[in-house]
Nanobody, 123 residues
Framework: QVQLVESGGGLVQAGGSLRLSCAAS????????MAWYRQAPGKERELVAR???????DYAESVKGRFTISRDNAKNTVYLQMNSLKPEDTAVYYC?????????????????WGQGTQVTVSS
């Protein structure tokens, strides 16, 4: 079993910063892509940023220049540094990862989600 646990959400004023963390635990052999998604009330879940195991990154246009995704492979942890926050960034933020595990003699890669952390930006 693999678990993703997010932390770091909260309430912040517009223009402020927050840093989200997501730690993966369990019978992990390798973690490929790690990503952050968000879902605002009444809207679909959307990709915010993603990072490969080699450190290549990709961002949604709406957060480019303000958010930075990074990871610590030794700690199986991904971070999202969010600066210059806007009220429209208010959402539940979810961690997502492609995790390789071994069960018996079989290796497989499955996609996992965290439980989500609320980020609220006041104007």
């Amino acid at each position: 079993q693999v678990q993703l646990v997010e932390s770091g959400g909260g309430l912040v004023q517009a223009g402020g910063s927050l840093r989200l963390s997501c730690a993966a635990s369990g019978s992990i052999r390798v973690i490929n892509m790690m990503a952050w998604y968000r879902q605002a009330p009444g809207k679909e879940r959307e990709l915010v940023a993603r990072i490969t195991s080699g450190g290549n990154t990709d961002y949604a246009e709406s957060v480019k220049g303000r958010f930075t995704i990074s990871r610590d492979n030794a700690k199986n942890t991904v971070y999202l540094q969010m600066n210059s926050l806007k009220p429209e960034d208010t959402a539940v933020y979810y961690c997502n990862a492609d995790v390789g595990t071994v069960s018996g003699l079989r290796f497989g890669v499955l996609n996992y989600w965290g439980q989500g952390t609320q980020v609220t930006v006041s104007s």
